[in-house]
């Protein structure tokens, strides 16, 4: 795997979701609505963070789930035939919430498309947005987020490696070429 460059460090990963949770608080009017939704395996981490900001700014606690999207993928069939099921787990009542999904790339658009579906199965929200730390283009379904905290151009050839401290023991994201 080589790097090709660094995108963000440490530092910039943090003022990236700060500004994100201020978004967030300024889109909705505030946050007794917002629950906020990582998809695994990084977007938990994520979510965990934008939340932790969401207090530090507002006082207020916003709940985080955790969305396990593996079953819902439309490539199924064809990636494994014993898939890695780590679960979801959602304690708190979706119906009526502004749902706030997150993930640390957005590529296709396919991850995205199979959590709504997962989510769905919680209930009904009122609403669901998505925030994502990489938006690197070359969507194949029509998904736009609410919330990106940097725009990457990227080649297909090219991967967006995000690591975090909590999953990886460092705060950073690169573009590598496989
Ligand atoms: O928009 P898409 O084309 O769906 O790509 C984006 C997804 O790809 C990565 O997950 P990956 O499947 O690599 O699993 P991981 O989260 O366990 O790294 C990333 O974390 C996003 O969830
Ligand atoms: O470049 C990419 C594409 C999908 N998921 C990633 O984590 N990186």
Same mark, same amino acid.
């Given at each position: %795997?080589?790097?090709?460059?660094?995108?963000?460090?440490?530092?910039?990963? /943090?003022?990236?979701?700060?500004?994100?949770?201020? /978004?967030?608080?300024?889109?909705?009017?505030?946050? /007794?609505?917002?629950?906020?939704?990582?998809?695994?395996?990084?977007? +938990?981490?994520?979510?965990?963070?934008?939340?932790?900001?969401?207090?530090?700014?507002?006082?207020?606690?916003?709940?985080?789930?955790?969305?396990?999207?593996?079953?819902?993928?439309?490539?199924?069939?064809?990636?494994?035939?014993?898939?890695?099921?780590?679960?979801?787990?959602? !304690?708190?009542?979706?119906? *009526?919430?502004?749902?706030?999904?997150? !993930?640390?790339?957005?590529?296709?658009?396919?991850? +995205?498309?199979?959590?709504? *579906?997962?989510? %769905?199965?919680?209930?009904?929200?009122?609403?669901?947005?998505?925030?994502?730390?990489?938006?690197?283009?070359?969507? /194949?379904?029509?998904?736009?987020?609410?919330? +990106?905290?940097?725009?990457?151009?990227?080649?297909?050839?090219?991967?967006?490696?995000?690591?975090?401290?909590?999953? !990886?023991?460092? !705060?950073?994201?690169?573009?590598?070429?496989?």
């Amino acid at each position: %795997m080589l790097v090709k460059s660094q995108i963000m460090d440490k530092d910039q990963m /943090e003022r990236s979701l700060q500004r994100m949770a201020h /978004e967030i608080i300024e889109q909705n009017r505030g946050l /007794e609505k917002i629950r906020l939704v990582g998809i695994r395996s990084r977007g +938990v981490p994520l979510a965990e963070r934008l939340s932790s900001y969401l207090k530090l700014i507002s006082n207020q606690e916003v709940p985080v789930g955790i969305l396990d999207i593996t079953l819902y993928r439309d490539d199924l069939s064809t990636i494994s035939h014993q898939p890695v099921i780590k679960g979801s787990a959602i !304690d708190f009542d979706i119906e *009526d919430a502004v749902v706030v999904l997150v !993930d640390d790339v957005l590529y296709t658009g396919r991850t +995205v498309r199979a959590a709504i *579906d997962a989510l %769905m199965d919680f209930g009904r929200p009122k609403q669901i947005q998505l925030a994502v730390l990489i938006d690197r283009g070359h969507r /194949e379904l029509p998904i736009k987020a609410d919330y +990106v905290g940097k725009n990457v151009p990227t080649s297909k050839e090219e991967i967006i490696k995000v690591s975090l401290e909590e999953t !990886d023991g460092e !705060d950073s994201v690169k573009i590598v070429l496989v």
